[in-house]
Every structure is written in C-alpha cells, then in structure tokens.
C-alpha cells in the first residue's frame, strides 16, 4: 500500500519546474496532469525512451517472415501448381500478402504492448478521490508523486508547497 501525494500548481511552468527538481530526488513515480499536453512533461519526470517500436519491428518483421514462409511451403513445396507459367516459389507473387501480414502483426503488437505498459484497463486511480482534480481536465495542473512508504507522505508534501504548490492533498491507495 502506498500514498500518493497531489500538488495544484498555478501554471505550466511552475508544475514543470516543480516536476524537475522533485523527480530525482524521489523513489516512486512522479506524474503530471494537465488539461492539456506539456512540452517536456516526460523529460522532466525522468520517463525513458518507449521499447514498444522496437517491439513493434520484431513483431511485424516476424509477422511478415512467417507470412512468407507459409506462402513459400504451400505454394513450392506442399501443393506445387503451374498456374500461368508461373514457377512453384514467385517472390512478387508473395508480396502483398507477406507486407499486409507483417503490418498486421505490428498493429497487434502495439496495440496489445500499450495495454500491458499503461497497465491498462485501469478505471480506477488513488487520486481521483481528491474532489479538486477534477479541474487537471480544465483548468488545473497538478503533479501526483507515489509515496511507497508512507512516512515519507509528510516530507514529500513539504516539498511540493515549498516548489510552490497552491493545495497539496494527501490520498492513501487502498488494497
């Protein structure tokens, strides 16, 4: 069980500045939310480089391998057919399908590897049991830190008033 610690900031850059300082010296995760996207946001939050185009390369090129493999034994070897002059292996003739296949393949793995790395479906997050969050969708800009111990929560809030958070909130996650 952990807290999460919530700060309002007045603006953009304050909440940056904010996510900037805060986010090296702390364990958990820091995130931003804004009603709108923020230049910078995952810099200053200390996110890495995605690994899901790369995952998403070696899903469509083996996508497309296995689409040209299975056309090559069903087509040469299994049930070999002169169609038109055409010879048992034609590689232009595999093209299409072998392409499309490995687009396929690579839109399933994006779509599927987003799901697993946001840890999505999650219709339920700790820090909308603070009834002012709901302005991050219009107006508010805020920055949520996960607390893993909760005797750090106090510290943490400090922190975030002295970075020049308007109204900091405490939420504990519940089991």
Not at 24 to 38: D, K, W, Y
Not at 102 to 120: D, E, Y
Request: charged share 15%; no cysteine.
């Amino acid at each position: 069980m952990s807290d999460w610690i919530l700060g309002e900031f007045a603006d953009e850059h304050t909440l940056l500045e904010a996510a900037r300082e805060l986010s090296p010296q702390i364990r958990g995760r820091v995130e931003t939310h804004s009603p709108f996207p923020l230049h910078g946001a995952s810099e200053a939050v200390g996110l890495r480089r995605s690994r899901l185009p790369l995952g998403a390369l070696a899903f469509g090129l083996s996508g497309a391998t296995a689409a040209y493999l299975i056309q090559w034994f069903a087509n040469a070897v299994n049930w070999p057919l002169n169609v038109g002059g055409r010879p048992p292996h034609s590689a232009p003739s595999f093209v299409p399908i072998t392409f499309e296949t490995g687009v396929l393949i690579s839109a399933f793995a994006i779509f599927f590897g987003l799901w697993l790395l946001l840890g999505l479906p999650r219709p339920y997050h700790p820090v909308f049991e603070v009834e002012a969050f709901r302005s991050a969708s219009m107006d508010g800009f805020w920055l949520s830190v996960e607390a893993d111990q909760p005797s750090l929560s106090e510290n943490i809030a400090e922190r975030l008033r002295a970075l020049g958070a308007r109204r900091v909130s405490i939420v504990s996650e519940q089991p």
